[in-house]
């Protein structure tokens, strides 16, 4: 089936770190990648929507100059958490979409210090 | 835009018992509804998914129905195991390759 890998898998770091999250698809082009957020005990809450060579579609509440969200081939997206806070540790997946299934990443687990 | 919400939020059954969790949602254009099963920490996996052109399907223990004038949907796992204890989301969307909205979840627990 469809494989997309993420890394890192776990980050800790100082509050002020910008932190890159990638996510790859290995054997089907992503043509859409989907980023969300999930804290604990709660439901994936999506965060952008980014597709291949365009900007990336931020769903309301998301700050866009805080996670900035590059999907440069069809193959590879990215999240950047600029100036990391505590309040942004949390669980971040990605998915990739593909002829209706979105095919998740194995999520990064991100704490702020 | 769409409102999907599931129930219930935890499911406590007997291992071999059947369990049902139930879904709505609000946009009638939404034609896909798959649903994952999430084991602590890790990814959401694909288990079942139904298309609004058939009212059911089945996978072995698992089967999801599609009531689409009512807008709901629901999984159904019959002969549960511990094994399928697991977070379980239900989602909707429109078309290929777009967003989906997703359940707040529902937590079996297969007691053995």
């Known amino acids: 089936g469809a494989v997309v890998s993420q890394h890192p898998s776990w980050v800790i770091c100082k509050s002020g770190t910008s932190v890159k999250i990638e996510c790859r698809s290995l054997d089907f082009q992503a043509t859409t990648m989907f980023w969300y957020r999930q804290f604990p005990k709660q439901s994936l809450m999506l965060m952008a929507t980014s597709n291949e060579g365009s900007k990336a579609t931020y769903e309301q509440g998301v700050e866009k100059d805080k996670f900035l969200i590059n999907h440069a081939s069809l193959t590879l997206s990215t999240l950047t958490v600029t100036s990391a806070h505590p309040e942004d540790s949390s669980f971040y997946i990605c998915?990739?979409?593909?002829?209706?299934?979105?095919?998740f990443g194995d999520g990064t687990r991100l704490s702020i210090l | 835009g769409e409102n999907v919400e599931q129930h219930p939020s935890t499911l406590s059954v007997q291992e071999g018992d059947s369990a049902v969790i139930k879904c709505t949602y609000s946009?009638?254009?939404?034609?896909?509804f798959p649903w994952y099963k999430q084991e602590l920490g890790k990814r959401p996996q694909l288990i079942i998914d139904?298309?609004?052109?058939?009212g059911e399907k089945k996978d072995q223990r698992i089967a999801v129905t599609l009531n689409k004038t009512a807008k709901h949907f629901s999984l159904h796992i019959t002969e549960t195991q511990p094994e399928d204890s697991a977070v379980y989301f239900c989602?909707?969307?429109?078309?290929?390759?777009?967003?989906?909205?997703f359940g707040s979840g529902t937590k079996l627990n297969v007691k053995p």
């Open positions: 946009d009638s254009a939404s034609n896909y």
């Open positions: 998915s990739g979409g593909g002829d209706y299934a979105q095919h």
């Open positions: 139904i298309r609004s052109n058939v």
């Open positions: 989602a909707a969307s429109k078309n290929n390759f777009n967003k989906f909205y």
